[in-house]
């Protein structure tokens, strides 16, 4: 079970730390990833982390602003979310996926299989 939270509004240019906790003891074999969603729009890629946190990826429009990190011993993936602009206003959905011998990122929504809830994300202008 994955349980985003973090979310608020911002205004422009300000930050938000998003945090997404995971249930059991095997976190440390999921690679993660973030992905965000506007009504009636795909849900869309925005960050992913290795098992280990050695292989990060992110969608162009955010590289430089938002970092992913991870802290297994907590069970937690972050996305650190910095020069926010109301484009970035979606809600944020975390994401798991387990492979036994993955430890890589992923940038497709069906490349996972467990989701949280989302958490909305709201930046004024």
């Known amino acids: 079970q994955l349980q985003a939270s973090g979310g608020g509004l911002v205004q422009a240019g300000g930050s938000l730390r998003l945090s997404c906790a995971a249930s059991g003891r095997t976190f440390s074999m999921y690679d993660m990833g973030w992905f965000r969603q506007l009504p009636g729009k795909e849900r869309e890629f925005v960050a992913a982390i290795s098992r280990s946190g050695g292989n990060i990826a992110y969608v162009d429009s955010v590289k430089g602003r938002f970092t992913i990190s991870r802290e297994n011993a907590k069970n937690t993936v972050y996305l650190q979310m910095n020069s926010l602009k109301p484009e970035d206003t979606a809600v944020y959905y975390c994401?798991?996926?387990?492979?036994?011998?993955?430890?890589?990122?992923?940038?497709?929504?069906?490349?996972?299989?467990?989701w949280g809830q989302g958490t909305q994300v709201t930046v004024s202008s």
């Open positions: 994401a798991a996926r387990f492979r036994a011998s993955s430890n890589s990122y992923y940038t497709q929504t069906n490349d996972y299989d467990y």
